[in-house]
Structures are given as C-alpha cells and as structure tokens.
C-alpha cells in the first residue's frame, strides 16, 4: 500500500504543480491575455481523457505483465524529453494572425505532452492494479488522496515557489521530481504485475484482462448510468472555467486568480470521495437555492469585495453538489477506470465548450449566466427523483437563476451598435444620447474610449483622456517645451483610438494593438484614426514583442494603455518590458502608465522600475466631477496615470508641476521581472 500511495501521491502533485508552472511561463508570449489560461485547461483536461483512456483499455485489454512493460516503455521515453522550458521557436513574432488556440496547444504538447499524459493515468492504473491484486475497496480512497496531492501543489505554487523560484529554476526543479515519480510508478508497475500473475487462480485473486472475475463479478455500467456521470463532471468543469474566466477578465491573468477556483474545484472532490459523510444532499440543495440566484444576479457586478467571495464560495456549492453526485453514483471497483474515463470525458467536455466553443458561438460573454442557468436546470433533474418540497424548491431555482439571467443578457446586449468577439476578449461600441450624444467602446465590461458625436466636438478629448488627465498634461507639457516641432508618440493598446486627438499635423502616432478586432471596431465605430491630421500607423501584434524587434522609435511619448476589462497584462509592468520602453524613448522622452483600476495598484511597480532605470515617477490624478463648465464635460471620466521621465523640464513645466505627485521609491518593494510577479502586494483593499 505505501508504494501505491507513494507514488499516486507524487503523480498527482506534478500533474497540478506543471500546469501554473507551464501557463506562467508562455503567458507573455501571448499577450497576458486571460484567454490563454482557459485554452491551457482544454490541454490539462484533453490529455487527462487520453491517460484515463489508457488507463481503461490497458486495464480491460492487456494482460498485467505486458501492460507493464509498456508503461515502463513510455515512462523511459518521457524522461529523455525532460526538463520541461518551452521551446522559445514557438514564441509567436509580433505580427497579429489567426487565433493562437493551436499554437498553445501544440506547444503545450511538446513541452509536456507525454508526461502529463503518463501523470493523468497513473490515478486510475495504480487503483485499477491495487484493485486486481488485492481485491480491496480502498482504491476510491486512494483518488480523494490524488485529490489532497494535487491541492496541496496548487497552494503551495503561489505561496512557496512562484515568490521564491525563477521559472527555469521552477521547470529543472519539476523535472527532477518527476524522475523520480518515474522510478517509484515503473517499480509499482512491475510489484503489480506480477503480484496479479501470481495470484491468478487463487481465491479473490483479480481477473487477468479480458476474464471475469467469477461469480461475484458486477455487469459492465450501461450508458443510461455512464450519462450521468459525464453531465455532472462536464457541469464541474464548465463551472471552474467560466467562474475562473470572469475574475482573471477582470482582475488580472495570472497563477493566483487561476489557482483559488481550481483548488475549490479540488476540494470538493477530495471531499466528496474521502468519505459520504461530507455531501449530504438536503443540506447542499438548500445551499444552491440560495448561490445559484445570487450569482446569476451579480453576473454583471464587479466589484471585487462582492464578485470574488460570491463566486468563490458558489463555486464550492456547485461542485460539491456535482462531485457528491458522481460518488453517489460511483460503480464497483471493476469498473472504477471506467468510471474514471466517463469523468474525464466531462471535464474535457466542459472545458472544450468553454474555451472554445463559446468564442466562437457566442458574440458575448454570456457562458457564465448560461452554465448558471444550466446548473440549475440540473439541479431540478437531479430533485425529480427526490420528496415534493426537494423538486418544488428545485423548480423555483432554475426558474429565478433562469430569469435572472435572461435580464442580465439583455441588459448586456441592449443598444449595442457592434458586438465582436475572438480569443482576446468582446468589443462592443454604444451610442448614449444624454446629455449629449456620446459613442463607448467596451471591452469586456470597461470603457476603453469613446467620442462625442457632434461634428464640432468628436476631436475634443473624453474618457481617459481628457486635459487635465496625466495624457492631457504631458501633451501639454510636451508642447510648451517644444512648441510646434513634431513629436512622435507610441501607444500601446489602441482602445477606440481616443488618445489620437492630440495629435496635429507633422506628428506621427504609431499604435499597437493585439487584437485585430479592435483596430476594425476603432475604425468603423470612430473617427480619431480617420480624422486625424497625423501620420497614423497601427501594428497588429503584442505591443511588447513588437516593440523588441523594432528598431528604436524615438518616441517623445510611450503610453502603456493595454488592458483588457479591467485585467492587468503583467508582462508589460516587468524590468524586461521597462528596458524595451527606454529603448524606444526619446532623449527627455516620457512614458505614461494608465494607473486606473478599481482592484490592483500599480503605482508601486512602476516607482520601482522607474528607480530601477534612473527615471522619476509622478501620479498625476483626475476627478473631473463637479467640475464641468458644459454638458460635453460629462463624458470626462476619473484617472489616474503615472509619468515616468528622465527629463525634469517636462516634470517642472505648469501643466504638471502643480498637479503631479512623487512617487516615493520604496527600497522593500521587490523589482518585478518576467520571472516574478506578487500580485497580493499590489491588490486593492
């Protein structure tokens, strides 16, 4: 038994310990974007079915000692393809092209395909050849302690390895464990194999494959009873990725907001599989009368104290209702593999529909209210077979969660002039006519500028952007120092283009922008490109790997404008993103840093990369409130923006020096670089 548990424990660690390992490390390479988060859970979940799949036919088809031999085989193999550092040819270039869905996966193949392959069977073949050689019930003990392992690696990543590892040191440090995970499963594959050949014959010896294992032996599962489990595992997974989606769209991409659902996810299923006592249904179904409304209700909240409790909690609810479910309906042990193949089966499912179909389905992000409702549908399925006041309350549920989501869909969708969407997120533009006619671009659910619609006000500066903003003033700035001579400014982000009002003939703007839909939607929706009296280029790729393999750009102003919702790509406030910044800046240039966020604080990041590269940082804060002088002043919208600059002519010149404020350099606060990020520093309380 300490083998079996030994050696499960160790598969189990690893196969959750590479997936933050792994995601962090080819984050970067495709714009921070959420998106990419859910893409790698399709392969995590992909590759499990394909090890549970082994796991089965090799169980039910090969004999125990050739089934050996070729676990032993793959397991050598696996080793030689070891450590485990992405490729840097599969660093996508600069240029925008199709969706990288299928780089990330093949990527992802490569890299790790083959050992997180033999991992996500080694579950289900050690309890299936514990089973066969001794006949005991404890194999569906041994999947709750997988559970624990896999839990105890994803708490462990942000708290004990990420802060303190480099990424290379996190990969060589993974792949030496796992060499000896592949010494520990090779010997139990062998003791098992021939533990079972020996036993053959003897009283409650295991079946060699393709026998019967006697008088006692229990029917195949049918589909009727197979159905069930793949609809409450697809429903868990569907769960996890759709509430996991909607924190990281608006918080930030990154292994902390990725790891709390899936270690909720795991809990439950340690939970549910350690012991009945732990789901009792009655309790749990009162439980989901009250999360699944309340969820569907604040779909369209954001805010983070409300939002991240809410759904983290909800999510335990849910899945424990689906995990406890799927014990209930758990078969014999014979058929443990199987059983184990059927939820696979769902989780791939669940996150197939989720990160890739509903892209491409859906014009909105409307997955979350949908799988709500969905939940609750299955909620009501589940009660028909249990007392009235169990399938009444059930009823109400579904019919609220529903209702509240078909009202949230609306309101999402009403008055939309243009709505798209593609891996990086939805684009929608709105006309509001009070109290003067106004044009927003959201993405996801944030304004990322808009235009007043009237001919003799759409070039006069809104949102974000207004004079007295950060970018109002450092134009401003700019121009008292330089009078008329032409400037050229970098933007990173394109948004609707907003920015391009302060541009005058001579200038030259040159804007980057990953998502092609974007640049189509600022084209179509608004005139700030069209208009614009400048010399306008707009490149299609991450602006970070764009600006690394240009030539330097002599930008007199570098605006760093690229989030997406309210998310924060990391990997354009690390030293390494910094040093391409000074790279492209003008002697006396200035970089601006749009500051505004309800949830993270990145003002002592960039004080401290602007330290770090001998430059000063201002915060310069906007609250246009109260302030209007017209009604075109409404659009104006509060800022903040941090200007980080080598020159203290542009710091001492009016427009800035009477509203910017220092930020101190705190000498404790650790530099961030693509290697390290702590984004518990930085959350807003």
């Given amino acids: 038994m300490p083998l079996y548990a030994a050696t499960i424990f160790i598969s189990a660690f690893l196969l959750f310990l590479v997936q933050p390992v792994i995601a962090r490390q080819i984050l970067p390479w495709f714009g921070g974007a959420a998106s990419v988060w859910a893409v790698c859970l399709v392969f995590f979940q992909s590759m499990l079915l394909a090890g549970y799949a082994y796991a089965d036919w090799t169980s039910r088809r090969v004999a125990p000692r050739t089934q050996a031999k070729i676990h032993i085989a793959l397991l050598a193999v696996s080793l030689l393809l070891l450590p485990i550092i992405p490729d840097v040819r599969w660093k996508p270039g600069a240029e925008a092209g199709a969706s990288p869905i299928v780089a990330i996966l093949g990527l992802l193949g490569v890299t790790i395909g083959l050992q997180y392959f033999l991992l996500s069977a080694t579950s289900p073949l050690l309890q299936s050849w514990y089973w066969r050689r001794y006949r005991h019930a404890v194999p569906y003990r041994l999947f709750a302690l997988s559970n624990f392992a896999s839990l105890l690696a994803l708490l462990s990543y942000p708290v004990a390895i990420e802060p303190w590892l480099r990424s290379t040191v996190q990969s060589y440090g993974w792949s030496a464990l796992y060499a000896v995970f592949a010494v520990l499963c090779a010997a139990t594959a062998w003791v098992s194999a021939q533990g079972a050949e020996g036993t053959q014959g003897t009283e409650g010896a295991g079946p060699a494959a393709g026998e019967t294992a006697g008088k006692d032996a229990t029917p195949a599962p049918s589909w009727s009873e197979r159905l069930p489990w793949i609809v409450y595992a697809a429903m868990g997974s569907c769960l ?134 969905a939940c609750a549908m299955l909620l009501f399925w589940n009660a028909l077979a249990q007392p009235r006041w169990a399938a009444a309350l059930a009823f109400v549920v579904a019919t609220v969660t529903a209702g509240f989501v078909i009202k949230n869909v609306t309101e999402y969708a009403a008055g939309v002039r243009v709505m798209v969407r593609n891996f990086y997120g939805v684009v929608r533009t709105k006309d509001f006519p009070d109290p003067v006619p106004f ?65 005058r003939k001579g200038d030259q703007f040159r804007f980057y922008e990953i998502d092609p839909q974007v640049a189509a939607v600022a084209m179509m929706e608004f005139s700030f490109l069209k208009d614009s009296p400048a010399q306008i280029d707009v490149v299609l790729g991450d602006g970070r790997l764009s600006l690394e393999r240009e030539a330097p750009q002599n930008f007199d102003l570098l605006a760093i404008d690229a989030f997406a919702g309210d998310s924060i790509p990391m990997h354009l406030v690390t030293r390494e993103a910094m040093q391409a910044y000074v790279k492209h800046l003008a002697p006396g ?85 693509d290697d390290f990020y702590n984004l518990f520093s930085v959350l807003k309380r």
């Fill in 240 to 373: 996890l990725l759709t509430i996991t989606n909607h924190l990281t769209q608006n918080i930030a991409s990154i292994p902390f907001l990725w790891l709390v659902p899936l270690a909720l996810y795991l809990i439950t299923f340690i939970l549910c599989f350690d012991h009945p006592r732990w789901y009792v249904r009655p309790v749990f179904l009162v439980l989901m009368a009250v999360a699944l409304p309340a969820m569907a209700w604040f779909t369209e909240s954001l805010e983070l104290h409300v939002a991240a409790p809410l759904y983290a909690v909800g999510l335990f609810i849910c899945c424990m209702f689906c995990h406890g479910e799927l014990y209930r309906a758990r078969p014999a042990p014979a058929h443990l593999t199987t059983f184990y193949l059927m939820i696979s089966i769902g989780g791939a499912l669940g996150a197939l529909l989720v990160a890739i179909g509903a892209p491409l389905l859906l014009k909105g992000y409307f997955e979350l209210g949908i799988v709500l409702a």
């Fill in 439 to 503: 044009r927003v671009m959201y993405h996801g659910h944030i304004n990322h500028g808009g235009q007043l619609l009237g001919e003799a006000v759409r070039r006069r500066p809104s949102t974000y952007f207004g004079e007295s903003s950060g970018y109002g003033r450092a134009f401003a700035s700019l121009r008292g120092l330089n009078n008329e001579a032409p400037r050229r400014v970098g933007v990173i982000g394109l948004g609707a283009g907003a920015i391009a009002v302060y541009a």
């Fill in 589 to 673: 240039g200035v970089i601006v840093f749009q500051a505004t966020n309800r949830f993270v604080d990145i003002a002592p990041v960039v004080a401290r990369l602007a330290n770090e590269f001998g430059m000063q940082a201002v915060m310069v804060t906007d609250e246009p409130e109260g302030t209007y002088t017209s009604n075109v002043d409404y659009w104006l919208s509060s800022t903040d923006q941090i200007i980080v600059t080598r020159n203290p002519s542009i710091l001492n010149a009016a427009p800035l020096a009477k509203v910017a404020k220092s930020l101190p350099h705190d000498p404790n606060f650790r530099l961030w670089t």
